[in-house]
T-cell receptor, first 109, second 114 residues
Framework: GEDVEQSLFLSVREGDSSVINCTYT??????LYWYKQEPGAGLQLLTY?????DMKQDQRLTVLLNKKDKHLSLRIADTQTGDSAIYFC?????????FGSGTKLNVKP | DTEVTQTPKHLVMGMTNKKSLKCEQH?????MYWYKQKAKKPPELMFV???????INESVPSRFSPECPNSSLLNLHLHALQPEDSALYLC?????????????FGPGTRLTVL
């Protein structure tokens, strides 16, 4: 559960869709999460998906889970400048959390 | 009140000092967490308290000593720290510490050890 990987940077234009990817290693993970961290702030939970689901949609956010490939993605539709932040995926089993390295999303006006 | 508060916001200490970080929540949560986050790195779990008992210690050095005086408060006592301990220390709480329970994070204490 400790090798959760993400690409470090993503740059998109305002109004485009953003897709942030994550791979994890622990097949026993029961929940997978996406957190957002703005500069100087703590983490904000955006959404989570249970491991027996393939997809979850919540307003502008769509989470896709490919359990076979241990691949998780977060799609943000109509990305806004306020979405600029670092996005962490995390996997959990019991009450242990392992965070990915974080993807810095830069949204250009 | 859906907030986790942490004090102080910033702390500078020498290697011989003793200081404490404080965390408070009034959401009735029974699980509380300490994380350490180095610059440009993900948070790393340090400790978990569940129902005021220490349930997880991620092999943290003894110079960090957690304390949970009651269900609303979580402290982290610091003694004889090293410069490499400089980091953002994040506190979080959740309803009962189950995987599906959302963790609410505080804004963190930025610690610098000289």
């Amino acid at each position: 559960g400790e090798d959760v990987e993400q690409s470090l940077f993503l740059s998109v234009r305002e109004g485009d869709s953003s897709v942030i990817n994550c791979t994890y290693t622990d097949s026993s993970s029961t929940y997978l999460y996406w957190y957002k961290q703005e500069p100087g702030a703590g983490l904000q939970l955006l959404t989570y998906i249970f491991s027996n689901m393939d997809m979850k949609q919540d307003q502008r956010l769509t989470v896709l889970l490919n359990k076979k490939d241990k691949h998780l993605s977060l799609r943000i539709a109509d990305t806004q400048t306020g979405d600029s932040a670092i996005y962490f995926c995390a996997e959990a089993s019991f009450n242990k959390f392992y965070f990915g390295s974080g993807t810095k999303l830069n949204v250009k006006p | 009140d859906t907030e986790v508060t942490q004090t102080p916001k910033h702390l500078v200490m020498g290697m011989t000092n003793k200081k404490s970080l404080k965390c408070e929540q009034h959401m009735g949560h029974r699980a509380m967490y300490w994380y350490k986050q180095k610059a440009k790195k993900p948070p790393e779990l340090m400790f978990v308290y569940s129902y005021e008992k220490l349930s997880i210690n991620e092999s943290v050095p003894s110079r960090f000593s957690p304390e949970c005086p009651n269900s609303s408060l979580l402290n982290l006592h610091l003694h004889a720290l090293q410069p490499e301990d400089s980091a953002l220390y994040l506190c979080a709480s959740s309803h009962e510490g189950r995987p599906a329970d959302e963790q609410f994070f505080g804004p963190g204490t930025r610690l610098t050890v000289l």
